[in-house]
Nanobody, 125 residues
């Protein structure tokens, strides 16, 4: 059974940093995409960053240069380092994963089969 458990959300002032972590259990790392999505009330959930099976990273234009996605060596933790945070980054952030047939994980080209429970990130101006 696949389980994704996020941690590390919180409140920060504009320009600050937060680091999200996702513990991943029961997921077979073969032909996969894993990543972070976010959602605000009244809006659709959107992809923020993802990593493919080869370790290549993909980012939404809104976060490029500010967010960094990474995996630990054991591949059982997914991290999202968020720097230079803006009020518009305020959202519920979800860790997510999917088994895919393609090798790339461009945001918008895949949709997760598995979701974490979410962690709130609030950025004040």
């Amino acid at each position: 059974q696949v389980q994704l458990v996020e941690s590390g959300g919180g409140s920060v002032q504009s320009g600050g940093s937060l680091r999200l972590a996702c513990a991943i259990y029961g997921f077979a790392y073969s032909g996969h995409c894993i990543g972070w999505f976010r959602q605000t009330p009244g809006k659709e959930r959107e992809g923020v960053a993802a990593i493919d099976s080869d370790g290549s990273a993909y980012y939404a234009d809104a976060v490029k240069g500010r967010f960094t996605i990474s995996q630990d060596n054991a591949k059982n933790t997914l991290n999202l380092q968020m720097n230079s945070l803006k009020p518009e980054d305020t959202a519920m952030y979800y860790c997510a994963a999917a088994y895919v047939r393609t090798t790339a994980c461009y945001l918008g080209s895949w949709w997760p089969n598995y979701w974490g429970q979410g962690t709130q990130v609030t950025v004040s101006s």
